[in-house]
């Protein structure tokens, strides 16, 4: 059965800083490529960072330089390292796992940027 856990959401202020964390279960994740996607509200869900399965990373414009995509695939999980928040941040975040047609999501978790 495949699993995608989010966590590490919650609430920061302008400026700050989360680590979210992905941890995937029932493939083997070494051989996907991850992704996480943001959903603001009322906002389609958007592509922000992608990392491959050599490790080739790629960034929305939007969080370009203040977030970074990693992965351990000895832990099977993907971090997502958020600096210098932005109100415009708020919104849920989802893991995503990729091979060809095949993808799977995680439930999200909620990041809220706010003083």
């Known amino acids: 059965q495949v699993q995608l856990v989010e966590s590490g959401g919650g609430l920061v202020q302008p400026g700050g800083s989360l680590r979210l964390s992905c941890a995937a279960s029932?493939?083997?994740?070494?051989?996907?490529?991850m992704s996480w996607y943001y959903q603001a509200p009322g906002k389609e869900r958007e592509l922000i960072a992608r990392?491959?399965?050599?490790?080739?990373?790629n960034y929305a414009d939007s969080v370009k330089g203040r977030f970074t995509i990693s992965r351990d695939n000895a832990k099977n999980t993907v971090y997502l390292q958020m600096n210098s928040l932005k109100p415009e941040d708020t919104a849920v975040y989802y893991c995503?796992?990729?091979?060809?047609?095949?993808?799977?999501w995680g439930q999200g978790t909620q990041v809220t940027v706010s003083s």
């Open positions: 995503n796992a990729q091979r060809g047609l095949w993808n799977s």
């Open positions: 990392i491959r399965v050599g490790g080739r990373t």
């Open positions: 029932g493939f083997t994740f070494s051989n996907y490529d």
